[in-house]
């Protein structure tokens, strides 16, 4: 990218950089974060940007990515590499600290499957775990050698501890002895040059037998280490020179151990350092409440509620209430030139810079403050023209630095170049910077970049209104308050309030008015004509608002008027279903009084028999339409297709439960069976499916013919214990209406379950005498014989 350095430091991109910075849990990702530039190709780009994405999903999920401090390791492995080469033990803690997080890292990433670009970018990691526990036992994180580190080396020091506690036991026992306490300076016990020695006075050494290793400063001491621990001495010191080679030796392995996978270990070692990078994005994206931008090829921009990131922070920080006002910019297309006029002091600046710092953020595969829909173009050039660029060492001044700028920005400018110009035109002859900035303007035009420059001049804001391809925008001004509003609004030129502004920083009103006077009537009419016209667009946008308000509204109560019938209709179908179970109760009294006539029967004479068999099905005609009230067709509206073979559903011509035998599609008719009867009826007698409102189903009585054939057999062989108790009713009615003394009930053996329902169901029944099991030539345990009253 053309003079990246530049626009990096004018767009403070590299301050935005410091920021991120701080939530790296390392130097080298520090680094690495501060290094941070657009990258060179889309694929890239989106590539970081879905690795940045998950490890913030990771977060929304309630599990986020957690790195522990960690080292810089890289002179370590460095180190390393050469043959023979041995980190000490302090080296060794911090690569185990290193792989311990890497460790921690590749397990948190491996329990999310579905994060498939951080899988993929740790899919040759393996923690190395094996290192991991050599180190473990070996070094402690203070980087001291552990006992557990080898058997020998343990062996050694409890040998060494030993010792040392019979030397000082020794030393103490000649201290206080009477004989050489006299000539001892104290009484304690030290080393010196490793060799543990007593003090005695000077002027009485001779009368101590032993070495002296050293005088104290004061010449006045001497320290003597008695003949009689010499020998021990030396064992102590041939031991801890065993010690001292043990741990070399295991130092040497470990070591080699490392330098066997240093290459494998420094390639996970850069992927950590990235993924902390990307995780320090992530975190600071989450802070500021970024959005994953779009990124295109079409040289276009197209940025919705975008905000400036440091000024976010600023204001954090400062714990101030206001907001950021957004920032919403689309330029591209048969537009590639915007030109932004205003008030000093209103927000141009800023606006074009937050433009250029989101493009460099997109493009360095970051999330931008601003809406997800924002869209971002893959440029090559980020042109920069931002600020004074005077120069004394240069001999350049304002203007000579400017034009400097945008002769290379002309020289470099393509279609895939974005252009940023402050205050172009500015430092020279108005009317000659004026002409100038039109004739730049044009020809960054006809080479195809897209274009963001500020201005104050009135001539340029012409030219742009009558040049193809150009457009004019404005920072908003409250000129009731005097202040900017900071907001951009593309379409119409703005105006300078260079009056109003000196008048709210505190100039007098004299100089004000004279200025208005030299100024001229037709530039103060102008700029009145432009106010006006302003206050008609804001006038309308008022009103367009107002509208969108009450259409709001509108809908608001629609949305409530939905809800309040959606609620009318579950409050209806509740009803219906207590109706439904109402229905129930009533079929079960009903059946109950059935079984009293039936009773009544048996005790009249045949033409008695006749009158109650009149009264029943009186009765069962009374039932069935009682539940047949109860049955609304349009709550339960459904298509043919919705209904299978199998399916039981009511039947409100009967009144009863049936099961779907075969579907007629083309004339929308079912053949269904209830009972033993079979019977062809339209969709419309449907009433509704057995698991929409079992409850009514279940009350449903079928009215069969009382004086029709009866059979003394019935068949409940595989069906369920619900479905086979509900045919036994009718079936028992019938049978006792018939004068049958008994019947068969064929239910199988199985498991046994069917069986035992159908004896619990017998037992107490006001029709069933008595039942027992079948004969061998009956069928056996697979019958039940019922015996009825």
């Known amino acids: 990218m053309f003079h990246v350095e530049h626009s990096i430091e004018t767009l403070e991109f590299n301050k935005l950089l410091e920021v991120i910075a701080d939530f790296a849990k390392s130097d080298a990702s520090r680094r690495a974060v501060l290094s941070i530039c657009p990258l060179n190709s889309i694929e890239e780009i989106n590539k970081r940007l879905g690795l940045i994405e998950e490890i913030r999903l990771m977060s929304q999920r309630g599990e986020p990515l957690s790195i522990s401090p960690f080292p810089d390791i890289g002179l370590l492995l460095h180190k390393v590499r050469p043959e023979g080469a041995v980190l000490d033990p302090v080296e060794l803690s911090g690569m185990m600290a290193f792989l311990i997080t890497a460790n921690s890292i590749l397990s948190q990433i491996r329990d999310n499957t579905d994060l498939s670009f951080l899988n993929g970018l740790t899919e040759g990691m393996t923690g190395h775990p094996e290192i991991i526990r050599v180190l473990k036992r070996s070094i402690d994180s203070e980087g001291n050698i552990l006992d557990s580190a080898s058997s020998l080396l343990k062996e050694l020091r409890i040998r060494i501890k030993s010792l040392e506690n019979r030397i000082r036991k020794k030393l103490e026992e000649i201290t206080r002895d009477e004989k050489v306490a006299a000539f001892l300076q104290d009484d304690f016990i030290t080393q010196r040059?490793?060799?543990?020695?007593?003090?005695?006075?000077?002027?009485?050494?001779?009368?101590?037998?032993?070495?002296?290793?050293?005088?104290?400063?004061?010449?006045?001491?001497?320290?003597?280490?008695?003949?009689?621990?010499?020998?021990?001495?030396?064992?102590?010191?041939?031991?801890?020179?065993?010690?001292?080679?043990?741990?070399?030796?295991?130092?040497?392995?470990?070591?080699?151990?490392?330098?066997a996978v240093v290459s494998e270990i420094d390639a996970e070692y850069r992927t950590v350092v990235y993924i902390d990078v990307l995780n320090s994005i992530a975190l600071f994206a989450d802070r500021l409440g970024m959005e994953t931008p779009r990124i295109n090829e079409q040289n276009a921009v197209n940025i919705v509620n975008a905000r400036h990131p440091l000024l976010m922070l600023a204001f954090q920080?400062?714990?101030?209430?206001?907001?950021?006002?957004?920032?919403?910019?689309?330029?591209?297309?048969?537009?590639?030139?915007?030109?932004?006029?205003?008030?000093?002091?209103?927000?141009?600046?800023?606006?074009?810079?937050?433009?250029?710092?989101?493009?460099?953020?997109?493009?360095?595969?970051?999330?931008?403050?601003?809406?997800?829909?924002?869209?971002?173009?893959?440029?090559?050039?980020?042109?920069?023209?931002?600020?004074?660029?005077?120069?004394?060492?240069?001999?350049?001044?304002?203007?000579?630095?400017?034009?400097?700028?945008?002769?290379?920005i002309l020289k470099n400018a393509d279609s895939g170049t974005v252009t940023l110009i402050d205050e172009l035109g500015t430092g020279t002859d108005p009317d000659e910077g004026a002409a100038l900035a039109c004739a730049v303007l044009k020809k960054l035009k006809n080479k195809g970049a897209l274009v963001f420059a500020t201005t104050h001049y009135t001539e340029i804001k012409g030219f742009v209104h009558k040049t193809e391809g150009m457009l004019n925008a404005s920072m908003e001004f409250d000129q009731n308050t005097l202040t900017p509003l900071y907001k951009l609004r593309v379409g119409e030129p703005g105006q300078s309030y260079a009056f109003e502004t000196a008048k709210r920083y505190g100039l007098p009103d004299e100089i004000i008015e004279s200025a208005k006077d030299i100024l001229g009537i037709r530039k103060i009419e102008l700029d009145t004509l432009i106010h006006d016209l302003n206050e008609k667009r804001r006038q309308y946008e008022r009103s367009s608002d107002e509208l969108r308000q009450k259409e709001a509204a509108i809908k608001e109560k629609e949305r409530h008027l939905k809800e309040m019938m959606q609620e009318a209709e579950t409050r209806q179908k509740d009803i219906l279903s207590n109706a439904y179970k109402e229905a129930s109760e009533i079929v079960s009294n009903i059946k109950r009084q059935m079984h009293a006539f039936l009773e009544e029967i048996k005790k009249r004479d045949r033409e008695g028999a006749k009158e109650v068999i009149k009264e029943v099905e009186a009765v069962q005609v009374s039932v069935a339409e009682k539940v047949k009230e109860y049955v609304r067709s349009e709550e339960f509206k459904f298509t043919i297709d919705e209904l299978n073979e199998g399916d039981i559903v009511f039947i409100k011509s009967i009144g009863h439960d049936a099961s779907i035998i075969k579907i007629n599609h083309k004339d929308n008719r079912l053949r269904v069976r209830a009972g033993s009867m079979e019977m062809e009826v339209p969709l419309s007698d449907v009433g509704f499916k057995k698991d929409l409102s079992a409850e009514a189903g279940k009350g449903g009585i079928l009215l069969e013919r009382l004086d029709e054939a009866a059979s003394s057999e019935i068949s409940i062989v595989g069906l369920r214990v619900d479905e086979a108790l509900s045919r036994l009713e009718p079936f028992l009615n019938h049978a006792s209406l018939a004068g049958f003394s008994e019947v068969i009930i064929i239910h199988g053996v199985g498991t046994g379950i069917l069986s035992r329902a159908v004896r619990e169901y017998l037992t107490g029944h006001p029709l069933v005498k008595g039942f027992r099991s079948g004969t061998q030539q009956e069928g056996g345990a697979g019958v039940s014989i019922v015996s009825m009253k």
């Open 193 to 259: 040059s490793g060799r543990w020695v007593i003090p005695v006075r000077m002027d009485s050494k001779g009368q101590v037998q032993g070495v002296v290793h050293d005088i104290s400063r004061s010449g006045e001491t001497a320290f003597i280490e008695p003949l009689s621990i010499i020998s021990l001495s030396n064992e102590l010191e041939n031991l801890i020179a065993e010690q001292k080679a043990e741990e070399i030796r295991i130092l040497r392995s470990i070591s080699s151990q490392i330098r």
């Open 317 to 408: 920080k400062r714990d101030m209430p206001q907001q950021v006002i957004p920032l919403d910019v689309k330029l591209g297309g048969d537009n590639t030139v915007m030109v932004i006029t205003g008030p000093n002091a209103g927000g141009k600046t800023i606006t074009i810079k937050t433009i250029g710092l989101l493009i460099l953020m997109a493009l360095s595969g970051m999330p931008i403050p601003a809406d997800s829909l924002s869209s971002i173009p893959f440029v090559h050039n980020l042109l920069v023209d931002i600020g004074d660029q005077q120069s004394i060492e240069s001999n350049l001044s304002t203007f000579s630095a400017h034009v400097s700028n945008i002769s290379e």
